[in-house]
């Protein structure tokens, strides 16, 4: 079961509201192929623009966070670590391969991971 709760609050908490613009499109993704996909669809300019508002925040982000015990989070809470999580996503594009997805690659992800099933 996850611990964060899709349909974030569209708020953040004090200190972060410079943030809430991103919360729309990246605080509702839970999996890192929805935020990958993502990534895929943005443009370098809109994923430059996320990173550049987030990067500088990011150890103030920590901080607030670590303010919690490990289990489900506050919902407003759960919008900033989620941005978090995106920012671990879009620095990839920004700072090593300079284009939204793989340039060499297939555009999808073609592994999809699962639990395995009883063998009874």
């Known amino acids: 079961m996850s611990t964060i709760e899709r349909g974030v609050s569209p708020s953040l908490p004090a200190g972060f509201e410079a943030l809430e613009m991103f919360l729309e499109e990246w605080g509702d993704l839970e999996t890192e192929d929805e935020r990958y996909q993502l990534r895929r669809r943005k443009s370098l300019e809109d994923l430059k623009l996320f990173y550049d508002a987030v990067t500088p925040r990011l150890e103030d982000v ?51 991971i699962s639990r395995p099933r009883s063998l009874k």
């Open 62 to 112: 920590f901080r607030h966070l670590d303010q919690f015990e490990y289990g489900p989070l506050p919902r407003a809470e759960q919008g900033l670590f989620r941005l978090a999580l995106g920012l671990a996503e879009v620095a990839q594009a920004v700072e090593v391969i300079g284009h939204p997805s793989v340039p060499t690659t297939s555009a999808q992800h073609t592994i999809q």
